[in-house]
């Protein structure tokens, strides 16, 4: 008997793309490179991110980072070279927003943008 895939997990398949096609802003800037990961099937709707965008706020800011609880996921833009390169990261802080914040990583993407921006999960050290 062959076991069937759950259709969720093939949604965080490491090797598997994001590209929507109707993102209105192109090319992208760090801002935007989240607002796009946002509307990814990578994003955890309960994030820190999800909270601060329905308040109108841009949650790379440090000093909005600070409003929002410590223990709940957030996604950073951690490293860009735009418009070609965003590096996200899925973060927990365990301590308040700020250079001296304390975070515990979960994951890296990054997104692509050549000539559509395409978002991909790195690969895990574990990754076989």
Known sequence: MQQQLDPQQLLFDEHQAF??????????DNYHALHYFEHSPFIDRNSNN????????????????CRYPTDTTEYIVAESVPPHLFVVRKQQRTSAGGAGAKTTVHNYY???????????????????
């Open 19 to 28: 590209y929507d096609p109707f993102y209105p802003f192109k090319p992208l």
């Open 50 to 65: 999800n909270t601060a965008r329905h308040d109108l706020q841009d949650i790379n800011r440090p000093e909005v980072q």
């Open 110 to 128: 990054y997104i692509l943008n050549q000539h559509a921006p395409h978002i991909y999960q790195a690969p895990t050290l574990h990754a076989a």
